[in-house]
């Protein structure tokens, strides 16, 4: 029985190493694409913005910001770590700088102001729309929620939802996630580390615990009594 529990403890130990080498290999891979990330973000000069108190800026305001950050957690319902939001390192490469990053081309696009030229006169639904200059507000519209066959609608869609817009989101999404994955997968090192550090020190119980004694243990042996 003892060498049986011997031999189980030499194999959870080898077990134990094998996890931990698998968070070892995961761990470099995670510092590789954090790295990589980073080059990549700089390489762009995608950063933030931040005031000398080391407080988020849009355009040199405070306030720009602060509406940036309601439209990222409150109607985007974004779980921003602000511990990821550093002011020594603006450098976009986190997934909260990401996601505020993409907030911004978002936030200034529903909030732009686009100038629509009609040529001619043009009817819609009854409606005459007599040609000249009209300024629409954008007023919070995304995409879907311009009518496209509206004379002023339907090209202020276009000139506020450019293909740079969708461009810019769509990368600044490929960041979020990716930096997510990066994430992820530190966690996922560290649990291949801690579940082989458990099979490695229950293995090396069993065989400190089955170990042969040094020191034979003395046999008592019941002294005859003498009538």
Request: net charge negative; aromatic share 10%; no cysteine.
């Amino acid at each position: 029985m003892i060498n049986r529990l011997r031999g189980l403890g030499i194999v959870l130990g080898l077990i134990g190493i094998a996890f931990i080498a698998a968070g070892g290999f995961s761990f470099l891979k995670v510092q590789e694409g954090t790295a990589s990330l980073q080059a990549f973000s700089a390489a762009q000069g995608v950063e933030l913005s931040y005031n000398e108190d080391g407080q988020l800026v849009d355009r040199g305001e405070t306030e720009g910001a602060q509406s940036i950050m309601g439209l990222l957690t409150d109607d985007w319902n974004y779980p921003v770590a602000t511990s990821e939001l550093d002011p020594n390192d603006p450098v976009v490469n986190t997934a909260s700088e990401y996601m505020f990053q993409m907030a911004t081309v978002a936030f200034h696009t529903l909030h732009g102001t686009q100038t629509i030229v009609l040529e001619e006169d043009v009817e819609y639904n009854g409606e005459l729309f007599a040609a000249g200059t009209y300024e629409f507000a954008v007023d919070g519209r995304y995409w879907n929620d311009f009518d496209r066959e509206h004379p002023i609608e339907g090209p202020a869609r276009a000139q506020a939802w450019t293909g740079v817009a969708h461009a810019l989101i769509a990368q600044l999404g490929v960041g979020t996630d990716t930096a997510s994955m990066l994430t992820l997968g530190l966690g996922l090192a560290a649990l291949f580390a801690g579940v082989g550090g458990t099979f490695l020190l229950t293995g090396a119980g069993l065989v400190w615990a089955t170990r042969p004694e040094s020191v034979p243990v003395p046999v008592l042996r019941s002294a005859s009594v003498i009538a």
